[in-house]
């Protein structure tokens, strides 16, 4: 502070410094349309620097809000996070991430020790408290962690899409996602892909406010329905959950043959959209095996995949599904359209094997 303080320029400039001892959080970034909002005109030298902000009216006491008040900010960001936390995108009750993040020996705990594990390492030691005891606020809690974990993880939306919701920089939303992602790793958690994906934050925003219910989900409803599997529900989901761990291994295979090795140490293993979820991948290859119909017309039915990407998935997985046993043999219909294999669909839930 007697550094900066005492800077002197040749014109006669003078600076003033003084210690701030208060907390602010980390992370927090302006979105690109409340910036361009801004009355803001940029000088013909380094405009990239050199501006003048008009005032565009005078202020009033309802101009306090997110973008002056900290507070107002939390609670806007708050209130955001409670409308996609729901089982349309994050596969899990508005209530379950808090309970899983406050269980005992818990992601929670865990985030916590990693933290100061990160912190202690970035530090090169032990902790050192400076005068005047500032330290940083962190932007979410571990509920609003995982959250937004289970949000990037099940692919509704990329973390820059995150980012510009909540505003907040996308280091910030990466950096959170790493940590509690491989938290819920070493728990077993398997978050499965949301049926559903969002490119802009409005648009994910307007899904959270409606109460429409994914087309893809529709889908995938009445083709697992049993006039079309030969299996019963409980039935088709034990088999989903047998092949998850051996999809997980060939998956990691194929990986590692692209790399041409293991993955080098301190390089990142992000999360990477996949248009056709392992369920999804065991449902398709059952139809196919089941001679229903053709690539085509599965490719049609799910709207949103090409015929390449079905024929690569059944590809994959026909191997894995056809080392189970009692695996019903093929139907007795055939349809040669999507309209037809989904009317199909919408029978009551009786296996037909």
């Given amino acids: 502070m007697q550094t900066i303080a005492a800077t002197r320029a040749s014109g006669g400039l003078s600076v003033e410094a003084a210690l701030d001892g208060g907390g602010y959080p ?27 902000l008009h005032p565009s009216r005078v202020p009033s006491p309802a101009d306090a809000g997110p973008a002056s008040d900290p507070r107002g900010a939390a609670q806007r960001r708050q209130a955001i996070l409670t409308k996609p936390a729901g089982p349309r995108l994050t596969g899990m009750t508005a209530a379950q991430p808090e309970q899983l993040a406050a269980a005992p020996a818990a992601p929670a705990a865990a985030q916590a020790a990693r933290a100061r594990q990160r912190y202690s390492r970035q530090r090169g030691g032990r902790t050192r408290r400076a005068t005047g005891n500032i330290r940083a606020r962190p932007l979410f ?68 406010d409606s109460d429409r219910r994914p087309a893809r989900t529709t889908v995938i409803d009445r083709l697992s329905r049993p006039a079309l599997t030969g299996l019963t529900r409980p039935r088709l989901h034990d088999l989903t959950t047998r092949l998850a761990a051996r999809q997980s291994g060939h998956a990691e295979r194929r990986t590692y043959q692209r790399r041409g090795g293991p993955r080098q140490p301190g390089t990142r293993g992000g999360v990477f959209h996949q248009k056709v979820s392992n369920s999804e991948r065991v449902l398709l290859a059952l139809l196919y095996h089941r001679r229903l119909c053709t690539l085509d017309v599965l490719a049609g039915a799910l709207g949103d995949v090409s015929r390449t990407a079905v024929g690569n998935v059944i590809r994959e997985t026909l191997p894995l599904l056809q080392h189970e046993d009692r695996i019903p043999g093929p139907a007795p219909a055939r349809y040669r359209t999507a309209a037809g294999l989904l009317a199909a669909g919408m029978t009551s839930d009786t296996a037909t094997s």
Avoid at 41 to 49: L, N, Q
């Fill in 141 to 208: 809690d571990d509920a609003a962690r995982l959250l937004l974990t289970l949000l990037c993880q099940r692919q509704a939306c990329s973390m820059n899409v995150l980012a510009g919701l909540l505003e907040v920089t996308a280091t910030c939303i990466g950096g959170l996602v790493k940590e509690t992602r491989e938290i819920l790793e070493d728990h077993g958690h398997d978050p499965g892909a949301a049926p559903i994906r969002f490119t802009t934050p409005d648009a994910l925003l307007a899904f959270a």
């Fill in 26 to 52: 980390a992370g927090v970034a302006i979105s690109k349309e409340r910036m361009a909002g801004l009355p803001l005109e940029r000088h013909a030298t380094y405009g990239a620097w050199n501006c003048t």
